[in-house]
């Protein structure tokens, strides 16, 4: 991999640039600090000595206040010596999800994985020692660059709520990248609208032995409803699931209460709301099927929705100047990069919302949200030579 020297002015690679085994202790010494949603305090410590030294003025946010956290979201600044250059963001999330603590990273070869017990936390701290990395390369090559927005956020995992709370009128950028994908030579540019989902079907409890008659299962009629639910792909663009079941309190008690909790997800936001509405049809056509009359009063099951919109869909054009800048950068560096489309949500949906142009850019990161989450250290040092060349093809913008 080389960078072509007429197009970028350097006669550098951004291979030769980045410390390898320097991005890689990184890497592991921050999985090695436990950091679950709303957890995230030490690991924003480590990582704001980090950023001081390498000359960024840093400042955590209230979002941990808000959300009930340990701690905000981490902002550093740092300033640019190509005052044309646009100020770029560079974002990636501090926390991970369960089973996540006492992590112990095990490397065979370039293969990072964990002991099986636990995630690695490659998700996504290898987008936070990437932008790491890469800083700490600039300022030791004093390399031109424009003004750069660090972001660390918080609780990604929990509802992107961390980047939810961030303010960005305090930050410079426009534009930018979230480090926070898997597959490298990727710049996820697409993501679908999510709704988040919460039925609770209301029946009418009875003795289930003595006199079932008088009740009406919440149950069941649950079962019905999801029984006619269209659930899981629905079309190209559209998903949607019921992940969690709960209600009823005894074998002897017809149920009178159950809720269910799921999602649907889509690029096509009327498509959203059809399946939305759909999923909730399915329940109340289920509900008015159950209905029964006691000492001259009617019972009814019924339905209660609370639909929410938990973030909308991202959608950064080809021709975005921050999809033309990655472009630039992977040309330099011999790298075939696609664009292309997630089912998966993440702080760049939160932050395009806000009025950005942020896309996703894939880190190396695999089989993750489970035990066997691994990383492949090559592919992190592209994702970082990559990232660098970025920085440095922005800083020449006239
Ligand atoms: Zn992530």
Redesign the pocket.
């Known amino acids: 991999m080389s960078i072509s020297t007429a197009e970028s002015g350097f006669n550098l690679t951004g291979d030769d640039l980045i410390n390898k085994e320097r991005l890689r202790n990184l890497l592991v010494e921050l999985i090695k600090i436990d950091s679950l949603s709303r957890k995230e305090y030490n690991i924003a410590m480590r990582l704001k000595r980090e950023m001081e030294e390498l000359g960024a003025t840093v400042t955590l946010d209230d979002a941990g206040a808000k959300v009930g956290g340990s701690v905000g979201n981490l902002i550093a600044q740092f300033q640019g010596n190509r005052p044309s250059a646009p100020a770029l963001l560079l974002s990636a999330?501090m926390d991970t999800v369960v089973p996540g603590e006492g992590v112990a990273p095990v490397l065979d070869g370039d293969i990072l994985r964990s002991d099986g017990r636990t995630v690695l936390g490659g998700?996504?701290k290898s987008g936070v020692a990437i932008i790491c990395e890469t800083l700490r390369v600039i300022k030791e090559n004093k390399l031109p660059c424009g003004d750069t927005d660090v972001v660390f956020t918080i609780c990604?995992?929990a509802g992107l709520v961390g980047a939810k709370c961030l303010d960005v009128s305090r930050l410079r950028a426009r534009m930018g990248l979230v480090l926070?994908s898997d597959s490298v030579g990727f710049l996820f540019t697409k993501a679908p609208a999510a709704n988040r989902i919460e039925f609770r079907v209301h029946g009418l409890e009875a003795h289930a032995g003595v006199c079932p008659e008088k009740g009406i299962s919440a149950i069941k009629v649950a079962a019905e409803g999801i029984a006619q639910m269209k659930l899981g792909r629905i079309d190209h663009e559209t998903t949607a699931n019921i992940g969690i079941i709960e209600g009823g309190m005894a074998v002897n008690i017809v149920p009178n209460s159950v809720v269910l909790k799921g999602e649907a997800r889509s690029h096509n936001p009327e498509q959203l709301d059809r399946q939305t509405q759909h999923m909730l049809r399915c329940l109340e056509e289920a509900a008015a099927r159950h209905r029964l009359e006691l000492g001259g009063k009617e019972h009814k099951a019924r339905v209660e929705a609370k639909i929410e919109r938990d973030y909308d869909r991202m959608e950064v054009p080809d021709g975005a100047p921050i999809v033309q800048l990655v472009r630039a950068a992977a040309r330099n560096l011999n790298c075939d990069l696609k664009t292309t489309a997630t089912g998966g949500g993440?702080d760049a949906n939160v932050l395009n919302q806000k009025g950005l142009q942020v896309a996703n850019l894939a880190t190396g990161m695999r089989d993750?949200h489970t035990v066997n989450e691994w990383l492949d250290l090559r592919d992190l040092n592209l994702c970082a030579a990559m990232v660098l060349e970025i920085v440095r093809v922005n800083a020449q913008v006239p």
């Open positions: 999330h998700d996504d990604e995992e926070d993440c993750i």
